[in-house]
């Protein structure tokens, strides 16, 4: 008797992993806060395995992506299991900048009947790099509303990459940094191949500016739990202006 209700325990306590996230590592679903969930997946940077995060709502009306899984052998099942978790479909993908980490899945959700959105900025350097592009393009910041959400896009300036947007959940008090802001364990910025090194940090500015007291923030890579990454992002960038703006002087 005590076995069986053991296994109904071990059963019912394993019932998320065996239906949701299957049994590999290589997705992880975490719930944020209300209908916000963080989706990781994996891929090799410099030899190294990389996470990299991006987010997901559920809406009354479907499930709104922001970004895509890294790992290409990742797009359907995360779909799927969207699906079984929450028994909704996918309607809506907007990715943040024209990385890989951010736009890999676009044109296999478009292929699935979802919209996909970017900036027209990283539509212009998707297509420059041969990334994925999406099918619908924004021209500016834009407040979007659907299934009893409000969102806005919002572009700082150059940081991470030349187009970098965040998205900023007001009444959640939710910022979806992505890439343009490092987690607070992070001690260096990341890849700075696309970077604006002056730019940085007045570009980390406005989104402080912009994004009052968040509750939430949501960083591309690593720990997002901790809140002084914005902060931190900040104090590392003014530290690149100023050895960038040394170097130019010395000159
Ligand atoms: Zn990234």
Redesign the pocket.
């Known amino acids: 008797m005590l076995g069986k209700s053991l296994f109904t325990i071990a059963l019912i306590f394993f019932l998320p992993d065996l239906f949701g996230q299957g049994k590999s590592n290589d997705l992880q679903i975490t719930p944020l806060t209300g209908d916000f969930y963080i989706y990781t997946t994996y891929n090799l940077y410099e030899g190294e395995k990389i996470p990299?995060n991006g987010m997901y709502l559920v809406t009354a009306k479907g499930v709104v992506l922001f970004d895509t899984p890294w790992d290409t052998a990742q797009f359907q099942p995360l779909l799927d299991s969207i699906k079984v978790r929450h028994q909704k479909q996918v309607v809506l993908c907007i990715s943040t900048h024209f990385?890989e980490?951010?736009t890999a899945g676009l044109e296999f959700y478009r292929s699935q009947g979802i919209k996909t959105y970017t900036t027209i900025l990283t539509d212009s350097l998707s297509k420059k790099t041969n990334k994925k592009r999406a099918e619908s393009l924004i021209a500016k910041d834009t407040i979007f509303n659907i299934g009893g959400y409000t969102f806005e896009t919002y572009y700082p300036g150059p940081g991470h990459s030349p187009d970098n947007i965040i998205i900023w959940f007001n009444e959640q008090q939710l910022l979806y940094g992505?890439?343009l802001i490092k987690s607070a364990s992070d001690d260096n910025l990341g890849?700075l191949g696309d970077a604006n090194k002056l730019e940085y940090a007045s570009t980390i500015k406005k989104v402080q500016k912009k994004c009052r007291n968040p509750k939430y923030i949501i960083v591309?890579?690593g720990d997002w739990t901790d809140l002084r990454s914005l902060k931190h992002t900040g104090v590392m960038a003014e530290d690149l202006r100023k050895i960038k703006a040394g170097k130019s002087t010395m000159k």
């Open positions: 990299a990385h980490d951010r992505a890439c890849n591309g890579h």
